[in-house]
């Protein structure tokens, strides 16, 4: 497994900005696809967005196409979520998760490492 730690949550205006960053502990991390999942309170935690081992693809969830921005970069053993235009619904904790397949898929059980979220609030 792979030791992933979320940072850039925090409070931030509807239609502000905010940059997630997970770092991961392992010089594995590029045999890995990436994932953004995100959970609030009362809800399933669900996929954000994912990006693929060599970071040339990557997959949104439709709420936030558009918006987001997830990237890459293996010298840095880091994975970044550029979070444009943020909306109320937006507010939730957000977790980075690696994965052991070539594409990143939005189903949970498919990721065999977690970091422990980062809490993202959007006022509106």
């Known amino acids: ?19 997630l960053a997970c770092a991961a502990s392992e010089f594995t991390f590029t045999w890995n696809s990436e994932g953004w ?8 935690r669900e996929f954000v967005a994912g990006i693929s081992k060599g970071g040339d ?4 969830a439709d709420p936030v196409k558009g ?8 010298a840095k053993n880091m994975v970044l979520l550029q979070m444009n235009s943020l909306k109320h619904e937006d507010t939730a904790v957000y977790y980075c998760a690696a994965s052991s397949y ?11 490492s ?11």
Do not use: C
């Not at 918006?67 to 970069?73: A, G, N, V, Y």
């Not at 070539?102 to 065999?112: A, I, S, V």
């Open 37 to 44: 999942f995100r959970q609030s309170p009362g809800k399933e």
């Open 1 to 19: 497994q792979v030791q992933l730690v979320e940072s850039g949550g925090g409070l931030v205006q509807a239609g502000g900005s905010l940059r």
């Open 67 to 74: 918006r987001f921005t997830i990237s890459r970069d293996n």
């Open 57 to 60: 693809r990557t997959f949104y």
């Open 114 to 124: 977690w970091g422990q979220g980062t809490q993202v609030t959007v006022s509106s």
């Open 102 to 112: 070539d594409l990143p898929e939005p189903k949970l059980h498919m990721y065999h």
